[in-house]
């Protein structure tokens, strides 16, 4: 099997589905992708470039991750995370990046955007090649939602976020580390990771749901391999078929590490 068999195969599933789906794959200097440019409805995956600009700031010394941030009960949001149910006044920048990865904490991911600023992440993301990605409105602001605002993002994006992650870039190698260490330990592991064999691949992933929108995206290690996966679902007329065919994504990559693995051997 070679990456272009993936491609094959994505393409024969996307055929069963009613939505619209982009996707980029990419394994050493072999890539696939489809629709990789489009601009859609990032949802929880925003939190993905926002944690690099996150570690971005603090290499430039104007933030650090042991500043302790307050968390106003005015400030507090449901859907997904934790600190709405917990009595806490403050937390260091480096627990709430940590919130904002693994459980996917709405509060922390908003109260993380107000220390960044605006302005300061727009400009971030332009200086790092992010050009269709854009936060528009905190988490949980349905108002904004309806009035056409909204965090966006491209398959084409959110690859360039995890080549940043893992490989050598504009970040050091030990706010790398602390990136590598959020998303190994991801709790949301339902769409990509879910056919994967994670007693033998290394996995860090990030999810991003919203009514009609399905996406994850991973750094995927075996050996000395990694494949770098996005696939982004929206528009979708069911729900559960973005989940699902993410699913199959991961199963089809779990297939291919493993048969590269078993040639080498």
């Not at 949802?43 to 570690?55: D, R, Y």
């Not at 750094?219 to 679902?233: E, Q």
Request: with cysteine; glycine share 6%.
């Amino acid at each position: 099997m070679n990456i272009q068999n993936i491609h094959k195969i994505l393409q024969q599933q996307l055929q069963q589905y009613q939505g619209n789906f982009a996707y980029v794959i990419s394994h050493d200097s072999s890539k696939i992708e489809h629709n990789s440019s489009v601009i859609t409805s990032s949802a929880s995956t925003i939190k993905i470039p926002l944690l690099i600009e996150a570690l971005r700031q603090c290499e430039e010394g104007r933030l650090h991750l042991g500043m302790m941030i307050s968390i106003p009960k005015r400030d507090i949001v449901g859907g997904a995370g934790v600190l709405q149910s917990l009595v806490v006044t403050s937390l260091s920048l480096r627990d709430l990046l940590a919130l904002m990865i693994i459980v996917s904490d709405n509060t922390a991911t908003n109260l993380v955007i107000d220390v960044l600023g605006l302005e300061q992440i727009k400009n971030g993301y332009k200086r790092i090649g992010l050009h269709s990605t854009s936060v528009q409105r905190k988490m949980m602001d349905f108002e904004s939602l309806k009035n056409g605002k909204d965090n966006l993002i491209s398959a084409e994006d959110l690859h360039k976020c995890l080549l940043i992650i893992n490989e050598p870039s504009i970040l050091r190698k030990d706010s790398q580390k602390v990136m590598h260490e959020m998303l190994e330990k991801q709790q949301f592991r339902e769409k990509l990771p879910y056919y994967m064999d994670e007693s033998l691949m290394w996995i860090g992933n990030k999810t991003g749901e919203l009514p009609g929108v399905e996406h994850d995206c991973a750094i995927i290690k075996y050996g000395p391999h990694t494949v770098y996966a996005v696939i982004l679902c929206s528009d979708l007329e069911q729900q559960q078929d973005g989940k699902q065919l993410i699913r199959v994504v991961g199963q089809t990559i779990n297939e291919y590490l493993v048969s590269l693995m078993k040639d080498s051997n």
